[in-house]
């Protein structure tokens, strides 16, 4: 079978070697290369060509030795209803390592051609506390960037370093622009970043705070990891052999705060002056109901969010989420369809071209909760309203990292608090209000508010007393007989 690569796609709308690098993007995975990489797909076969992508790994080299070989194009496979349709993305022009040799990417970023550095890095990339969105000042990879500046791990390290560096060589500052599922990301990063500029030199963190913008955005668009069995069914319909092509829906949404001083590329995005309600709206509505049912899919034996679809009481307890728990803390402008956004999201759900893992979604769930679940929580509770499935979600999420499913099997707990999770509910046994007061502690997930409500304490041990005892299929159908 023949390679993908730029001798042998005829396809593609304009020369990716006529193209400059104007971004350079911080964490090129899957999620990347289906949403942002394509929507700048689409402006430089527009004609400016001014906004080509240089990707970074900050971990591994997968994603580079995978495309190196193809010129760094891959394919990009959307489904739908009416089935899937494939295209080659070549705005991707190159993809470094970080770990291999830091000072190159730190050097890319000093292009006087970059203007935007963009980053999706997953929630636990930025080293900060989920819980106040502040640095985490002793995270492990801070406190090895604080000592070794020129050789940073951390993708906030990479930005300080880059930008004292193009600050010492009198060029403008980019724009960071973050693409994660993090509240009021812009300022969570911001804060972030600032931070660490100041503890490396107060001038330096002074400049960040006055010259640096952060933008905030909102990414919506479902992207499962691809497997062999995708590969395959790809390069037979193209007849070329992609080594990582990325699945995703036809859907796609990308909601910008319109804040870039050096320039943006013309994405096909719905510039705004406040993303805060559009942020909050797809945090709750869309990242709450995947999260939730993610957890109580899986220990149900449910392998994608598909098939949690077809369980008629696991999709009732989805619509009741939302409908009736998360609807009502939403602030959204006036013109905004937030049920037909909610309908759309359940069609999204059922799409049976997309095999969206429920345990991938599951992963890194302590850097997820607070944003997802527990800020609804708080204003569910500040309103006097009730938090019975919300109380699910997170009663779900305890009964998960257990590490042991309702067969007695190890459930592969990913995680970055994987050690002190176990460590905690491996103490408490599988006892309901044992595990729930030993996860609760955990300040940097629930903070201290929470652990004292009693409103939350109980509705989420009497919720995980009942998936300890009946398991996740039998308590949401229990949910749905006493929630119609």
């Not at 005829?10 to 971004?23: C, H, M, N, Q, W």
């Not at 067969?407 to 990913?414: D, H, V």
């Amino acid at each position: 079978m023949t390679r993908l690569s730029l001798s042998t796609c005829k396809t593609l709308p304009y020369d990716p070697a006529f193209v400059d690098i104007g971004i350079v993007h911080l964490g090129v995975g899957a999620f990347h290369r289906a949403h942002q990489a394509d929507y700048t797909d689409a402006v430089l076969a527009k004609g400016d060509k001014r906004w080509a992508i240089l990707g970074a790994s900050l971990r591994a080299p997968d994603t580079r030795d995978a495309l190196k070989d193809q010129d760094w194009l891959y394919t990009l496979a959307q489904s739908d209803e009416q089935g899937e349709r494939c295209r080659v993305i070549a705005a991707l022009r190159g993809v470094l390592v970080a770990p291999e040799n830091p000072q190159a990417l730190i050097e890319a970023m000093c292009l006087p051609s970059v203007k935007i550095v963009s980053l999706t890095v997953t929630e636990k990339g930025y080293c900060h506390d989920p819980a106040t969105g502040a640095l985490n000042d002793q995270h492990p990879d801070i406190l090895h960037d604080l000592g070794h500046p020129d050789t940073p791990r951390s993708a906030p390290s990479f930005l300080v370093e880059a930008i004292r560096a193009r600050k010492a060589r009198g060029l403008p500052p980019f724009t960071v622009l973050c693409c994660d599922n993090l509240p009021a990301n812009g300022r969570t990063v911001a804060k972030v970043v600032t931070r660490l500029a100041a503890l490396r030199s107060p001038d330096l963190g002074q400049y960040v705070a006055e010259h640096i913008a952060f933008p905030a955005t909102m990414v919506d668009r479902i992207v499962p990891a691809t497997t062999d069995a995708d590969r395959a069914r790809i390069t037979k319909a193209t007849g070329l052999e992609d080594q990582w092509p990325v699945v995703t829906e036809a859907f796609t949404d990308w909601v910008i705060e319109d804040n870039f001083p050096q320039g943006r590329p013309d994405w096909a995005a719905r510039f705004v002056t406040d993303i805060a309600p559009f942020e909050t709206m797809k945090l709750r509505l869309l990242n709450g109901a995947h999260s939730s049912m993610s957890y109580l899919g899986y220990l149900a034996g449910h392998e994608t969010i598909a098939d949690c679809m077809k369980d008629e009481s696991l999709a009732h307890f989805v619509s009741h989420l939302m409908n009736m728990e998360v609807t009502s803390t939403l602030a959204v402008p006036p013109g905004t369809d937030v049920s037909a956004y909610k309908q759309a999201l359940l069609t999204r759900f059922r799409n049976p071209g997309l095999r969206h893992r429920t345990w991938q979604i599951a992963m890194d769930g302590s850097q997820k909760l607070p944003q997802r679940l527990l800020g609804t929580i708080r204003d569910r509770l500040k309103a006097g309203a009730p938090i019975e499935a919300l109380a699910l979600g997170v009663a779900a999420w305890m009964r998960y990292v257990t590490g042991v499913d309702e067969k007695g099997g190890a459930i592969e707990l990913r995680d970055p608090l994987k050690d002190e999770l176990r460590a905690k509910t491996d103490a408490a046994g599988l006892d309901a209000a044992r595990i729930a007061s030993a996860l609760l502690s955990i300040k940097k997930i629930f903070g201290s508010d929470l652990p004292a409500d009693p409103r939350f304490t109980t509705a989420v041990t009497a919720a995980l007393d009942s998936l300890i005892r009946h398991g996740s299929q039998q308590t949401y159908e229990n949910f749905r007989s006493t929630h119609p």
